[in-house]
């Protein structure tokens, strides 16, 4: 089936360590998306990708990186430099263009040690 | 960038009941989604609608661009229903980013 797949499903930090979230999605979309979710609120974009090897900030990008060397992957890395990490992080994909939908992945809920 | 607010913030119905969800925007939008998040944190996609009325199944949305607002209307609410429902607009820049609102916390009663 096609779909966005997440990995994992929790995750845990220790001070000071980087680590990195899983996305992949084999619906030959061309954007990819990240978001992150705080307790009571809505999302927030941190990075899109609109096509291979090419990425963009959101609005919260500081403490993060990604990368994205194949169309069907764009996986995030939380920093140590990102000070409040613990959040519930939300990639999505789309076809890049005017009035696409994006379609979600179930996410994936990093929680610091 | 857009403003996406939504009300009323949290919500509670009895099963059976009817309801109306609100979403405005700020500026002209190309598109505005809905998405229902259950309690296990699934976004779920609802609508795709950037103007006009869609129906699925007791679910249906209308869309007023030139009035920048969105309804959500869930008709005989079941408890699954229960969960947080979410607007979220594309800007008309470049970026094609969704800029959410804060959610509408849904809770159904037995």
């Known amino acids: 089936d096609g779909g966005i797949t997440q990995s994992p499903k929790y995750l845990f930090r220790k001070e000071g360590q980087n680590v990195t979230l899983s996305c992949e999605q084999n619906?030959?979309?061309?954007?990819m998306y990240w978001y992150r979710q705080d307790p009571g609120q809505g999302l927030r974009l941190i990075y899109y990708?609109?096509?291979?090897?090419?990425?963009q900030k959101g609005d919260i990008a500081e403490g993060y990186s990604v990368s994205r060397e194949k169309k069907e992957s764009f996986p995030l890395t939380v920093t140590s430099a990102q000070k409040n990490p613990t959040a519930f992080y939300l990639c999505?994909?789309?076809?890049?263009?005017?009035?696409?939908?994006?379609?979600f992945g179930d996410g994936t809920r990093l929680s610091i040690l | 960038g857009i403003q996406v607010e939504q009300s009323p913030p949290d919500l509670i119905l009895q099963e059976g009941a009817n309801s109306t969800l609100r979403c405005n925007f700020s500026?002209?939008?190309?598109?505005l989604q809905w998405f229902h998040q259950n309690p296990w944190g699934q976004l779920i996609n609802l609508f795709y609608?950037?103007?006009g009325t869609k129906q699925n199944g007791r679910l249906s949305a209308t869309t007023v661009a030139t009035e920048r607002y969105s309804l959500l209307y869930i008709s005989s609410s079941q408890t699954t229903d229960s969960g947080v429902y979410f607007c979220?607009?594309?800007?008309?820049?470049?970026?094609?980013?969704?800029?959410f609102g804060s959610g509408t916390q849904l809770t159904v009663l037995p």
């Open positions: 999505a994909s789309s076809i890049w263009g005017e009035n696409q939908p994006q379609h």
């Open positions: 619906l030959n979309h061309d954007a």
């Open positions: 990708s609109q096509i291979v090897n090419d990425f």
């Open positions: 500026d002209s939008v190309n598109n």
């Open positions: 609608i950037p103007s």
């Open positions: 979220a607009a594309h800007s008309s820049g470049s970026a094609r980013q969704l800029t």
